[in-house]
């Protein structure tokens, strides 16, 4: 159900949505979960940010950016300063868009694994729909590695059965083999026709993504890989400050405590777990 200023929200009493939007609306609709807005705007930009979520998803597709370990990661030292854990911190002299749009223009120089991609596809889908100069005033000091997040990107992970285009879902590959842990699972974007992109894996179907883990499996294995009831996105409170806040006035003076676990291709949830246990 979608509510909007306190009212049910119905399809038939608008028309000027496209195709994709129409859709993802409809899906809404049709689930048991319940989305609130405070106003039309709030809605569509949600629906713009979803859209732009899986275009950046398909420009990653085509970038030429490489899966590899934290270990072997790279970037372009002109944008980002590569740090001894494996993840790019954003140069001071450099424009924080400048940065995440190099990742897609140079895509040979870089290399990270899946839950660092999700990130990138997260900033490069917010620049799109804020546009440069609110995203270089919100979005200062960037440092991509794994799940952890700029405080102006809040995420929201949780447990349902149904997800919708432009959500992030998790493929688990329990009895990944130990001589390739990196395939313990994958974390993909779900795109509109009902396909999913997963770095390093490509756009594929959710019977192809669990096909190419299973190969990754140790011998004796009796546990599939699966996708997960484990959904990402973007946290409504994101979503409305990303709309609501003046660029001029946006600053953060805080950052987030960074989990540098070494470990590839870990869902959200468990970056969260591994948070709290830091925090005690």
């Known amino acids: 159900m979608i509510q909007v200023a306190g009212r049910p929200f119905s399809l038939a009493s608008t028309t000027d949505f496209g195709r994709v939007e129409r859709a993802i609306l409809q899906q809404m609709l049709d689930s048991s979960e319940w989305f609130s807005y405070s106003s039309m705007n ?7 940010v979803r859209i732009n979520i899986m275009e950046s998803a398909k420009e990653m597709n085509a970038s030429q950016v490489t899966f590899t370990i934290f270990e072997h990661a790279s970037c372009n ?8 854990t494996g993840g790019f911190l954003v140069r001071s002299d450099v424009r924080p868009s400048d940065a995440i749009l190099d990742i897609y223009r140079n ?75 990196w395939f313990r699972g994958e974390n993909a974007v779900v795109l509109s026709d009902g396909t999913f992109f997963g770095h390093g894996f490509g756009i594929m179907t959710a019977e192809q993504m669990i096909q190419s883990l299973n190969s990754y499996r140790f011998p004796g294995s009796m546990q599939p890989a699966y996708l997960a009831n484990l959904i990402t996105r973007i946290s409504p409170l994101t979503i409305r400050n990303l709309l609501t806040l003046q660029s001029d006035r946006t600053t953060y003076h805080y950052s987030k405590a960074v989990i540098h676990h070494n470990l590839c291709s870990i869902s959200s949830m468990d970056y969260q777990y591994y948070l709290l246990s830091l925090n005690g």
């Open 77 to 84: 030292p002109e944008y980002w300063t590569l740090t001894s």
């Open 107 to 181: 895509g040979t120089l870089y290399g990270f694994e899946c839950a660092t991609a999700i990130i990138i596809i997260y900033y490069q889908a917010i620049l799109k729909s804020i546009g440069q100069l609110r995203f270089d005033s919100i979005f200062q000091h960037l440092y991509l590695y794994s799940w952890h997040t700029h405080p102006g990107l809040e995420l929201h992970t949780f447990h349902a059965d149904r997800f919708l285009p432009g959500d992030v879902v998790y493929f688990n590959n329990p009895d990944f083999h130990p001589d390739t842990p």
């Open 42 to 48: 709030e809605l569509r930009f949600e629906l713009n």
